[in-house]
C-alpha cells in the first residue's frame, strides 16, 4: 500500500506540481490550501508525512506543527523561502524532520519525501538498545525512560539510537548529519544541538554528554 501524505501549501501552482510528482510516484495525495484547512485533513486522514508551507494566511506553518506535534509523531518536511538559520532552527525545534528552502527541485523534494520515509518506517535490523533507565525499540521506533514511553522525533530518536550505538565513544556533529541526512546537506551543523536541547528536555537523562566544539557522547 501506497504511503499517504498530506501537502499543506498555500501557492496553487507549487500545490498542483507537487501534488503531480508525488502522485506519479504512486503516493496518495492530499492537499490543503492554508493551515485551518491542513490541520481539518489530518484530523480526518491517517497519513504517513506532511509536506508544510511555512508562510500561509490564517495559520502558519510553524503553527501547524506545534499542532500536528501535540498529537502526532507523524514525519513533517518544512517547505520555506526563508533562508534565515534562526527560521530553520525554530522548525527542529517544534520537531520537524527535514527543511527544503524555495525555489527547489521537484526531483530533490522527492528524494527527500523517499529519506524522511524510509528513515520513518523502515524497520531493518531490529535491535534493543539499552542504557541505566534508557531504553530504545528500534523495530518500533520508541523511546522509554524508566519504563515509560517518552515521545521522540525521528531524528531525534536517530541522534539518540546512534549515541547508544557508540555509547561511550565521541559522536562529531559532522557525523551525525551525515548519518542523518543521507544526501547532501549544506546547513549549519549546529542544527544538531537544537535536537539534542530537545532529546534532553524529553529525556530528563544526565549522561548525554557535550564534547564543546565537537559533538556529543553518551557516558556514565
Request: proline share 2%; hydrophobic share 40%.
Amino acid at each position: 500500500m501506497s504511503h499517504r501524505i498530506l501537502v499543506i501549501e498555500d501557492d496553487r501552482d507549487i500545490q498542483e506540481v507537487i501534488q503531480e510528482f508525488l502522485r506519479a510516484q504512486n503516493y496518495n495525495v492530499h492537499v490543503a490550501s492554508d493551515g485551518i484547512e491542513g490541520i481539518q485533513l489530518f484530523n480526518q486522514l491517517d497519513v504517513d508525512l506532511v509536506i508544510l508551507d511555512v508562510m500561509m494566511p490564517n495559520m502558519d506553518g510553524y503553527q501547524v506543527s506545534q499542532i500536528i506535534r501535540s498529537k502526532s509523531n507523524v514525519p513533517i518536511i518544512m517547505l520555506t523561502a526563508l533562508e534565515e538559520e534562526q527560521d530553520q532552527v525554530k522548525g527542529f525545534e517544534l520537531g520537524i524532520d527535514d527543511y527544503i528552502t524555495k525555489p527547489f527541485s521537484f526531483h530533490i523534494l522527492i528524494k527527500r519525501v523517499e529519506a524522511v520515509l524510509r528513515r520513518s518506517y523502515s524497520r531493518e535490523d531490529s535491535t534493543l538498545l539499552k542504557f541505566h533507565e534508557l531504553e530504545l525499540d528500534s523495530d518500533g521506533y520508541k523511546a522509554y525512560v524508566n519504563a515509560s514511553e517518552v515521545t521522540l522525533t525521528t531524528k531525534e530518536f536517530e541522534i539518540v539510537q546512534t549515541l547508544l550505538e557508540n555509547k561511550g565513544k565521541l559522536v562529531t556533529r559532522e557525523s551525525l548529519m551525515d548519518k542523518l541526512w543521507g544526501y547532501d546537506y549544506y546547513g549549519d551543523t549546529r542544527i544538531i544541538d537544537t535536537h539534542v536541547k530537545n532529546i534532553r528536555k524529553k529525556l530528563n537523562v544526565p549522561y548525554i554528554k557535550t564534547v564543546k566544539g565537537v559533538g556529543y557522547k553518551i557516558d556514565q
